[in-house]
């Protein structure tokens, strides 16, 4: 595999589940009738990103990597509970995914001085 290709599939990977991630998130709260304070509170620190994001910046791809840390300790908590709804899995499941893309796409790129 080249790094051309590792570099595409890392980076739509990282886009994908951030987008969807941030979705996924209002929707629960939405689903839940959250306060808009309770939005603000849990879609602010992913929304800060954005323009980094649509950058393509190394230095927000690291950064989103600790962030994204604090959604995954959330996800794991809510899955602690009896019986999660499906939508705490799917957060869950896009946290690790969003944090996995995101520093293999910033490590390939920092190898490759890109």
């Known amino acids: 595999m080249t790094t051309e290709l590792k570099l595409s599939i890392s980076r739509i990977l990282t886009h994908g589940s951030y987008w969807l991630l941030m979705l996924t998130l209002a929707l629960h709260l939405w689903l839940q009738s959250a306060p808009w304070i309770i939005y603000a509170i849990s879609l602010l620190p992913l929304m800060i990103f954005i323009p980094g994001m649509l950058a393509d910046k190394l230095r927000t791809l690291i950064w989103l990597g600790f962030v994204i840390l604090l959604y995954f300790y959330n996800g794991v908590q809510n ?5 999660p709804m499906t939508l705490d899995i799917v957060e869950l499941v896009l ?19 890109l």
């Open 95 to 113: 946290t690790i995914l969003l944090f996995c893309a995101a520093m293999v796409y910033a490590r390939i790129r920092q190898v490759n001085n």
């Open 79 to 83: 899955m602690a509970v009896p019986e």
